[in-house]
Nanobody
Framework: QVQLVESGGGLVQPGGSLRLSCTASGRISGIYFMAWYRQAPGKQRELVATLNNAGKINYADSVKDRFTISRDNAKNTVYLQMSNLKPEDTAVYYC?????????WGQGTLVTVSS
């Protein structure tokens, strides 16, 4: 099993920045893909950014040039650096990790962008 713990959410003003962290534990050696998703109130969960073991990165169009996904293998942690935040970025952000047998989710961290 893989366990994921997110942190770093909070309240930020429009135009501000936040960095989310997702630390993995358990059977992490099999992880080949990690991603950040988000779910705004009343909306479906949507993909924000992905990172695979080959280092390939993809972003949703809505966050390109504003968000950056990265990882620190020594800390078993994936980050989401968010800049120039907008009110429409308000959501619960979830970390996702996949192995051949597991599709693991974190508990989510709330990001609120408001003045």
């Amino acid at each position: 099993q893989v366990q994921l713990v997110e942190s770093g959410g909070g309240l930020v003003q429009p135009g501000g920045s936040l960095r989310l962290s997702c630390t993995a534990s358990g059977r992490i050696s099999g992880i080949y893909f990690m991603a950040w998703y988000r779910q705004a109130p009343g909306k479906q969960r949507e993909l924000v950014a992905t990172l695979n073991n080959a280092g390939k990165i993809n972003y949703a169009d809505s966050v390109k040039d504003r968000f950056t996904i990265s990882r620190d293998n020594a800390k078993n942690t994936v980050y989401l650096q968010m800049s120039n935040l907008k009110p429409e970025d308000t959501a619960v952000y979830y970390c996702n990790a996949r192995t051949v047998v597991t599709n693991a989710w974190g508990q989510g961290t709330l990001v609120t962008v408001s003045s």
